[in-house]
């Protein structure tokens, strides 16, 4: 099934049902074995959406259990993370040597060398415990209650979801630390995907907000990859990579994440330029239309069906 609210579905019916489904697929990636790097990163992908779920109906959870049912899927995503972040790791490498000019290419040639010896050791990831932990997750969240169950209480989720995306923007460009930058990254991804929960009200204005931002978290992403390249240069033993390559290759890092956050900023004044409140009430306005033609043009076709019926009885008679 979609990751999808449905318009003629109760929202507990339908958060509940969306849940559900992200838990089962993530445990189906755990418990597979032949490709482990793209099975755990789909299932971290498919926690993720979980937790955007629980931060869209997190006024009608209440704040107690949001906080925890957000917890538990976030350990498990860090239990499995180890194994993705040094697929991640050499993928970086390879991309910044691409992307290198000759001076700097011997320099990341040494670092790959010393950052691959440091990776070779990792252990494999826990399955049989993430997965003891899914199965729970999958009981207690059939359980849960949103109060009231209605759309306004997602339109409250919306309204604080985009008041941090606004907020973690500004915050970004103001500081213009490598934490900001993946904190914003965290909000653009929950925007996209509270998009694509909603997006069978009106799929062609949802899927053009989706693509937008969907692309802002790619930049993003790159951005906190190379962060992260940057701080593991920065820890290596003295003696693994010679100062002047340090240097370098930190220096060219910053280079390409300055190119990355200039691309990144006309995509977050694309999605993030509305007042949060006013954000909401146009989705929840788009939700509420939608929903009312939904019923209107079921009500039309039976009718239509209807005098169809009448007329073919009518022609029989004849």
Not at 32 to 37: I, L, M, R, T
């Amino acid at each position: 099934m979609a990751f999808r609210f449905k318009l003629d579905e109760p929202i507990e019916k339908g958060f509940r049902r969306i849940g559900a489904e992200q838990i089962e697929r993530a445990r189906r990636q755990v418990m597979a074995a032949s490709d482990p790097v793209s099975e755990i990163h789909e299932a971290r992908k498919c926690l993720k959406r979980t937790r955007a779920l629980l931060r869209l109906a997190r006024e009608g959870l209440g704040e107690q259990i949001f906080q925890t049912e957000n917890a538990r899927f976030r350990t498990i995503s860090a239990q499995l993370a180890p194994a993705r972040d040094d697929h991640v790791m050499r993928e970086t490498i390879l991309k910044l040597a691409a992307d290198a000019p000759a001076h700097v290419q011997p320099a990341i040639q040494r670092l790959k060398v010393a950052i691959l010896a440091d990776l070779a050791d990792q252990p494999a990831p826990d399955r049989s415990g993430a997965l003891t932990q899914l199965d729970r997750a999958l009981n207690r969240f059939r359980r849960l209650k949103i109060e009231p169950d209605d759309f306004h209480t997602l339109e409250r989720g919306l309204e604080r979801s985009y008041r941090r995306g606004v907020r973690l923007f500004a915050v970004a460009y103001h500081d213009q630390g490598d934490e900001s930058f993946h904190d914003w990254r965290k909000g653009a991804q929950s925007y996209w995907r509270h998009m694509a929960l909603l997006s069978r009200a009106w799929p062609e204005h949802f899927d053009a907000g989706v693509g937008v931002a969907r692309e802002l978290s790619q930049i993003l992403g790159n951005d906190h990859d190379l962060a992260i390249l940057k701080l593991r240069v920065g820890s290596l033993a003295p003696d693994a990579l010679a100062a002047n390559d340090r240097t370098a290759i930190e220096r060219f890092i910053c280079e390409r994440q300055e190119l990355l956050r200039r691309a990144a900023r006309p995509r977050g004044d694309m999605i993030f330029s509305e007042r949060p409140k006013a954000f909401a009430r146009r989705i929840g306005a788009i939700w509420s239309a939608a929903a009312a033609r939904s019923h209107a043009d079921e009500a039309l076709d039976a009718a239509h069906r209807g005098t169809e019926k009448v007329t073919l009885e009518a022609l029989a008679g004849e």
